[in-house]
């Protein structure tokens, strides 16, 4: 990554930031503290650096995940982050120059990127608590990220549920389906998590 492009090392603060958020938000936050290195660099693994299709990652916070996809090689003008959180959405900017960030509702997928990216995206890359939300909520966040995604396109989510698919592993409601596959569990993480990937059915 060009020295230009080095994001500012997160600090003890981060962790207190999402203390707070977690407790005016917890719906929508959903954890004590940012994602660790080791997890952040195996959500990372699953993007392909080798394409040129923009990369979404929602649900970015202070940031941990966005540093491992520019340390993979990720191009940062490859990167759209959607925060839902202004104060995070400041905090991003700082440390990550070039990337492009937009404030809004990652549940709104298709609105909240409309008029910002031309054709499909190649990934979705997910730090949102899904189980905390209705079965039906992210169930319509899939369907619209395979809407907006390449054929081979794919969806990445972690999880601190680590017996579950955060999303349910059943035919979607419009009649299209798709496939999940589970990583082991990241232990060194606190607390530990798993990595799901899904994409459509066949592929």
């Known amino acids: 990554m060009p020295q230009n492009l080095q994001p500012q090392k997160s ?5 207190a930031s999402f203390i707070r958020s977690l407790i005016e938000n917890p719906r929508i936050v959903g954890a004590v503290s ?8 195996a959500m990372a693994s699953y993007v392909d650096v080798a394409d040129d299709a923009p990369i979404v990652e929602l649900g970015p916070g202070t940031g941990p995940v966005t540093e491992a996809l520019l340390a993979r090689g990720v191009a940062p003008e ?3 982050l959607i925060e839902y959180e202004p104060k995070f959405c400041r905090l991003l900017a700082e440390r990550f120059p070039g990337v492009r960030i937009i404030q809004g509702d990652a549940y709104g997928l298709k609105k909240t990127l ?7 995206i ?9 189980l905390n939300q209705p079965e039906s909520d992210r169930l319509a966040l899939l369907d619209q990220a395979f809407d907006l995604l390449v054929p081979a396109g794919v969806f990445i989510q972690f999880t601190y549920g680590l017996l579950i698919s955060p ?3 059943k035919r979607h409601p419009n009649g299209a389906a798709y496939s999940g596959k589970g990583s082991a569990p990241i232990w060194l993480n606190l607390p530990p998590a798993r990595v799901w990937r899904y994409r459509r059915a066949g592929v």
């Open 167 to 169: 999303m349910p592993l």
């Open 11 to 15: 600090t003890l603060g981060d962790g």
């Open 34 to 41: 940012p994602s660790g290195p080791a997890l952040a660099k």
């Open 114 to 120: 409309e008029g910002k990216i031309e054709g499909k």
């Open 78 to 80: 490859r990167l759209l």
């Open 122 to 130: 190649g990934a979705v890359v997910s730090s949102l608590p899904l």
